[in-house]
């Protein structure tokens, strides 16, 4: 077939109207793409806006976890701060109490003199 016209095999892909498909001519080792329209730069541009879509996910998740783990420690913090009042309440109490007991153990030691 010297001097004739190069046969082209066409891809199944490429008759069924495909976005982007590969050729081969016949006899040479050339790969061609044919751009069958806009299809390719709109898969682009999906991809892409799914990309920024999942990191903007990633970035809600963390925020979401970082709220939560300052929330438990200002839980944590407020609960140490009630146990630390408690303990002081208790301990004022039983101060008094002893005061009133020594007050009576010197009030019955009077007394008896």
Aim: charge should be negative.
């Amino acid at each position: 077939m010297q001097g004739g016209k190069k046969r082209r095999r066409v891809s199944a892909t490429r008759k069924r109207g495909a976005e982007k498909v590969t050729c081969r001519t016949k006899g040479t080792k050339d790969r061609g793409t044919w751009d069958m329209g806009e299809g390719e730069e709109e898969e682009k541009e999906e991809e892409e806006e799914e990309e920024e879509e999942e990191e903007e996910e990633e970035e809600e998740e963390e925020e979401e976890e970082e709220e939560e783990k300052e929330e438990e420690e200002e839980e944590e913090e407020e609960e140490e701060e009630e146990e630390e009042e408690e303990e002081e309440e208790e301990a004022e109490e039983e101060e008094a109490e002893e005061e009133e007991e020594e007050e009576e153990e010197e009030g019955e030691s009077h007394e008896e003199a």
